[in-house]
């Protein structure tokens, strides 16, 4: 059999979607043909979610319907808080905790079993996802920082609801419209690492609890949605030495060591989400006094794209973003999650409309023709 090899499956078109174009030339994301710059800052996450999902920007009445159903699956069912605690005790990582907790979400579900195929059920199922994702990660904080947890709020959007939920304190708006954006940027992103993982379970009529959980596992991972804290602690580590961004940068280059937030499999250019973000980092740092994560930041981009014409990625201003907004470091990856979920999900309606069971090949470059010797002779 003639088998064409693709490391890293580069190139290779899984099948068709309407949902996010990615020009890696051009360095142009649209979601359902919308571009990327137009919907940050102005369409709000449960806005953007309900185009991927149902295909139009939802009028005031269904947008107010949609949110309403979000927000009455934001509390934790059983076992989840008592669950959450005894991760906490474990010290498992938040990504771990996240992965866990998300999977035992089929126990309150009596129909987990049902979804896949059955569109009602797969919508049933992603409402209830995407909605108690932030309350999951909230609620896993508070506990681990020894804090009590802090029950949603019906009167908040998505983004700033979680904000209320991980410090206790109603977000200012700016910093809540920030994370809103964030969220949208982060939504899709074409058959990504995380998304193929899902769409791959997914065509085995797995469920959608089951689909996501994999999805979750594959953006844990420091390639992908990982990326982003270790950025924040890159630049850390700048400010704790003696030297120079670039002089830092060109340390750990000769060590070998890869700069997270740069590069990208399919943009060829500057990533058009880190466009949107610089600018919105720029001005939170300028706005809280503390501008030298952003400053950093560009120096870092500016000496990367002379000496090594390399441009920064999605990851890259997320970080020092979240960081001037209190945000722990080793969440930012779960808030990743918090945006993508809704994402992983809408590819998930798509593969169970038409699905058939994804199955690639193997290149076999080992031996042919041995025999078995008895084991009494081996």
Known sequence: MTTEYNPGLDGIVLGPTALSGVDGEAGVLTYRGYPIEELAGSVSYEETVYLLWYGELPTAAELDRFSQQLVANRALPEPLPTLLAALVESNDEPMDAVRTAVSALTASDPH??????????TETAAIRLTAVLPTIIATYVRLRDGNEPVDPRDDLGHA?????MLTGEEPDPVVADTLDMALVLHLDHGI??????????AS???????SVTGSLSALSGPLHGG??????????AVDESEKSPTEWVDDAIARGDRIPGFG?????????????LQERSKALAEAAGETKWYEYSTEIEAYLADEKGIKPNVDFYSSSMYYVMDIPIDIYTPIFAISRMAGWLAHLFEQYEDNRLIRPLGD????????VTPLDER
């Open 112 to 121: 987990a079993g049902d979804a896949a195929g059955n569109r009602e059920n």
């Open 160 to 164: 700033a609801n979680f904000l209320y």
């Open 192 to 201: 990504n690492a995380s998304t193929f993982s899902g769409k791959v379970n």
């Open 204 to 210: 085995t009529l797995a469920t959608v609890y089951s």
């Open 227 to 236: 990326a982003n804290a270790d950025v924040m602690r890159m630049l850390q």
């Open 264 to 276: 990208h499999r399919v943009y060829q250019v500057k990533d058009p989400r880190a466009v949107v």
């Open 364 to 371: 076999y470059v080992g031996e042919h023709g041995k025999t």
